[in-house]
C-alpha cells in the first residue's frame, strides 16, 4: 500500500540552486521521515520530523510538515553534484502496525 | 558503530530456482524489515520482525517467500521457486522502535533469468 506520494517524480537544476521536493500523504502519521538514495546504494537517513512539529532543519536541508493538508516539503538549499539522488518520503502511520510506508521517491540531478 | 550487513550483493538464478538473503542488523535494534525494491520506484515492506515476532507480513507473497529471524538479531529472506518479477533490489533495515530511524543496508540485486 503507498501512503506518500512524491512531487516532482524527477527534478533537473543548476548546482547552486535550491530544489524543493513535496510529499502528499493519505492517514493521520505519528511522523514523516526523508531517505536519499544514490544511484545502487542503499537509502540513508535524513532528517524526522513529529506529527506536533512544522519544521525542522538540518545543515542546508530543511523540512516542513503541514498535518492539516498531510503534506511535507524537503528543501535542499545551496545544491551540489553530490546531491544527485532519489529522495523519498516516508510515513509512519497511526493507522495498522508501526511501520513505515514509503513513497516513490523524486529523482534529483544537479547539473554542473 | 558497524552498519547493517546483507550478503550476497548480487545473485543471479534462473526462474524456479532459490535463493536465499542474509542480514545482519545494528547490535541492539529490535525492529528489522526487509523491502523489496523495483527499479524505479520505492521501497515496498515485505516483512517486519520485532525481536522474533512478526509485525506485518501483508506484502510477503506467503507462497514462495519465507523469512525468519532467529534469537531476535540475524535474519533470512527466502524465495523458492522465483519468477522473473522477482528481479529487484532486496533491502534489509533495522531500527530501535517501529516508527523510529531505520538504518539500511547495501542491498541484494537479485536478476532472475
Given at each position: ?9 524527477a527534478l533537473s537544476i ?70 544527485t ?22 529523482r534529483l540531478t544537479i547539473n554542473? | ?113
Amino acid at each position: 500500500s503507498q501512503q506518500g506520494e512524491e512531487d516532482p517524480q524527477a527534478l533537473s537544476i543548476q548546482e547552486g540552486e535550491n530544489a524543493t521536493m513535496n510529499c502528499s500523504y493519505k492517514t493521520s502519521i505519528n511522523n514523516l521521515q526523508w531517505y536519499r538514495q544514490n544511484s545502487g546504494r542503499g537509502l540513508v537517513h535524513l532528517i524526522l520530523i513529529r506529527s506536533n512539529e512544522r519544521e525542522k532543519h538540518s545543515g542546508r536541508l530543511r523540512v516542513t510538515l503541514d498535518t492539516s493538508k498531510k503534506s511535507s516539503s524537503l528543501l535542499i538549499t545551496a545544491s551540489r553534484a553530490a546531491d544527485t539522488a532519489s529522495y523519498f518520503c516516508a510515513t509512519g502511520s497511526l493507522q495498522g502496525a508501526q511501520k513505515l510506508v514509503f513513497g516513490q521517491g523524486t529523482r534529483l540531478t544537479i547539473n554542473p | 558503530e558497524a552498519g547493517v550487513a546483507q550478503s550476497p550483493r548480487y545473485k543471479i538464478i534462473e526462474k524456479r530456482q532459490s535463493v536465499a538473503f542474509w542480514c545482519n542488523p545494528i547490535s541492539g535494534h529490535a525492529t528489522l524489515y526487509w523491502y523489496q525494491q523495483i527499479l524505479g520506484q520505492g521501497p515496498k515492506l515485505l516483512i517486519q520482525f520485532q525481536n522474533n515476532g512478526v509485525v506485518d507480513d501483508s506484502q510477503l507473497p506467503k507462497d514462495r517467500f519465507s523469512a525468519e529471524r532467529l534469537k531476535g538479531v540475524d535474519s533470512t529472506l527466502k524465495i523458492q521457486p522465483a519468477k522473473l518479477e522477482d528481479s529487484a533490489v532486496y533491502l534489509c533495515a533495522s531500527s530501535l522502535a517501529g516508527w523510529e530511524t531505520q538504518y539500511f543496508g547495501p542491498g541484494t540485486r537479485l536478476l532472475v533469468l
